[in-house]
């Protein structure tokens, strides 16, 4: 089971960004699939989550700007950053859990002032 993630790169305050994470492989019956946010010297953070009936949870940090959604056919997770924020910066990770919890290798977001 691979997760690709894509999407990351270098923008400016106010800015946008779509990540996107597809799982490949033997998948049976995917829950949960999301991101969290890793920067340097602080624990990684749920960003958001998508249930596979749909239902969401953003971190307050990221709440009105960011929105996830799936395609739960391609098994893929997208992460749609807008007004994005210099302290957005960091290791974008997505997951899929399913009996276990598969992650991606992450993406870096990188936003400038």
Known sequence: VQLQAS?????Q??????????ASGSI??????GWYRQVPGKQ???????????????ADSVKGRFIISRDNA??????????LKPEDTGVYYCYAKAVVVY????TL?????
């Open 44 to 58: 990684r953070e749920l960003v958001a989550l998508i249930t596979s009936g749909g239902s969401t949870k953003y």
């Open 103 to 106: 992650w991606g290798q992450g």
């Open 13 to 22: 305050t106010g800015g946008s960004l779509r990540l996107s994470c597809a």
């Open 74 to 83: 391609k098994n893929t997770v997208y992460l749609q950053m807008n007004s």
């Open 7 to 11: 999407g990351g790169g270098l923008v």
């Open 28 to 33: 049976f019956r995917i829950n949960d699939m």
């Open 109 to 113: 977001v990188t936003v400038s002032s």
